[in-house]
């Protein structure tokens, strides 16, 4: 089976320009995360989403949404962006939306987003 | 809210030494624990986790952790380090009464000479 993947790998986008960054889980997960991992930091937490629902949101400006699709892929928007929001974002899949649960998260490689 | 901590921002050990990774927490109630390693341009690998039960966790790769509730802590051991073990190491964590987002520490680099 394919793990967690991420689209795309690496982007260059321009201060104030929107971007869009997918996330395919494995298959039969039905839980996608999504974490931002700025430059010599642990990841932070921005959204969980579960069965197509918002489950949690992090401390993050309203410029950041997503969404789930039926397939449980998901997309993570963020829009006006900011020098600050250079990053690796990950996303994370798993089975149920706990993180103690047995199967626990399995994360993609990230897509790293450089804006200038 | 919950906090990890990683008291050490590198760790050194020639290979074939004990290898061990500090982290402390703090969290309201009982935690969820976690290691990750991550390796140059990839994503985040689950070593091991702490849910409940036996206080020693063994993982991936022959690392080890000891929960320790009265010092909030949760070191990564291994007896006995490879050069391959020479990456960025995470702590997490995650209450059991929010259990859905792991909150991580800044991360320990390892480096294994040989």
């Known amino acids: 089976d394919a793990g967690v993947t991420q689209s795309p790998t690496h982007l260059i986008k321009t201060r104030g320009q929107h971007v869009t960054l997918r996330c395919s889980p494995i298959?039969?997960?039905?839980?996608v995360s999504w974490y931002q991992q700025v430059l010599g930091q642990g990841p932070q937490f921005i959204f969980q989403?579960?069965?197509?629902?918002?489950?949690g949101r992090g401390n993050f400006p309203d410029r950041f949404s997503a969404r789930q699709f039926p397939n449980y892929s998901s997309e993570l928007n963020v829009n006006a962006l900011l020098l600050g929001d250079s990053a690796l974002y990950l996303c994370?899949?798993?089975?149920?939306?706990?993180?103690?649960?047995?199967?626990?998260?399995?994360f993609g490689s990230g897509t790293r987003l450089t804006v200038v | 809210a919950q906090s990890v901590a990683q008291p050490e921002d590198q760790v050194n050990v020639a290979e074939g030494n004990p290898l061990t990774v500090k982290c402390t927490y703090s969290?309201?109630?009982?935690?969820?624990l976690f290691w990750y390693v991550q390796y140059p341009n990839r994503g985040l690998q689950f070593l091991l986790k702490?849910?409940?039960?036996?206080?020693l966790v063994k993982g991936s790769y022959g690392f080890e952790a000891e929960f320790n509730k009265s010092q909030t802590s949760f070191h990564l051991k291994k007896p006995s380090a490879l050069v391959s073990d020479s990456a960025l190491y995470f702590c997490?964590?995650?209450?059991?009464?929010?259990?859905?987002?792991?909150?991580f520490g800044a991360g320990t680099t390892v480096t294994v000479r040989a």
């Open positions: 969290v309201s109630g009982n935690p969820y």
């Open positions: 997490a964590v995650s209450p059991r009464s929010n259990d859905y987002k792991l909150s």
């Open positions: 298959s039969g997960h039905k839980s």
């Open positions: 989403y579960y069965e197509k629902e918002e489950r």
């Open positions: 702490y849910i409940t039960g036996d206080n």
């Open positions: 994370a899949s798993s089975f149920d939306y706990v993180t103690g649960d047995n199967y626990g998260y399995t």
